[in-house]
T-cell receptor
């Protein structure tokens, strides 16, 4: 299994509060991704990173920001959480991006009240 | 944007039998990759099989095989000799560059 951890694994927060989710990898892969999973939608890409300090938007990026200051860590921030951001969040990594298989972390369940 | 459709929200199969999960996609691209991922109750996303669009030969991985029909934009997954451990959500995914699009999933239940 790819060495990917996510923290926290579960979080309950209130509307309007900031939330940061962390993805940590031990594989030294260049590419990292954040997805959200909602019923009826499968997984949808929020943001991805192709290197330290290099990030780009995905399909559902509104309301989210990301940062990557080290190869091994990719942070997802909800600046002001809303109930529509209640979801399961997955981090994924791939060695070289472009057409490479992505390997997923265990997921973080976030509930925004 | 590419879209992926899984038309079977739920399916069931008897243990040891064969089941086929359907997936269609819409794209104008000629080079891309297709995947099937499995998500058991643990919620972990597990790669089942991958297919490169430029390869005509269908991918196989042990009991799992695909039927890739590029012209029809169809990518079905066949599970042979179904086992109880195959019970899971199965997601079809299309990838071009760093843009991966998933279908809504098919919930498969293997019955003893």
């Amino acid at each position: 299994d790819a060495g990917i951890t996510q923290s926290p694994r579960h979080k309950v927060t209130e509307t309007g509060t900031p939330v940061t989710l962390r993805c940590h990898q031990t594989e030294n892969h260049r590419y990292m991704y954040w997805y959200r999973q909602d019923p009826g939608h499968g997984l949808r890409l929020i943001h991805y990173s192709y290197g330290v300090k290099d990030t780009d938007k995905g399909e559902v990026s509104d309301g989210y920001s990301v940062s990557r200051s080290k190869t091994e860590d990719f942070l997802l921030t909800l600046e002001s959480a809303t109930s529509s951001q209640t979801s399961v969040y997955f981090c994924a990594i791939s060695a070289t991006g472009y057409q490479e298989t992505q390997y997923f972390g265990p997921g973080t369940r976030l509930l925004v009240l | 944007a590419q879209t992926v459709t899984q038309s079977q929200p739920e399916m069931s199969v008897q243990e040891a039998e064969t089941v086929t999960l359907s997936c269609t996609y819409d794209t104008s691209e000629s080079n891309y990759y297709l995947f099937w991922y499995k998500q058991p109750p643990s919620r972990q996303m597990i790669l089942v099989i991958r297919q490169e669009a430029y390869k005509q030969q269908n991918a196989t991985e042990n009991r799992f095989s695909v039927n890739f029909q590029k012209a029809a934009k169809s990518f079905s997954l066949k599970i042979s000799d179904s086992q109880l451990g195959d019970t899971a959500m199965y997601f079809c995914a299309f990838m071009k560059d760093n843009d991966m699009r998933f279908g809504a999933g098919t919930r498969l239940t293997v019955k003893p």
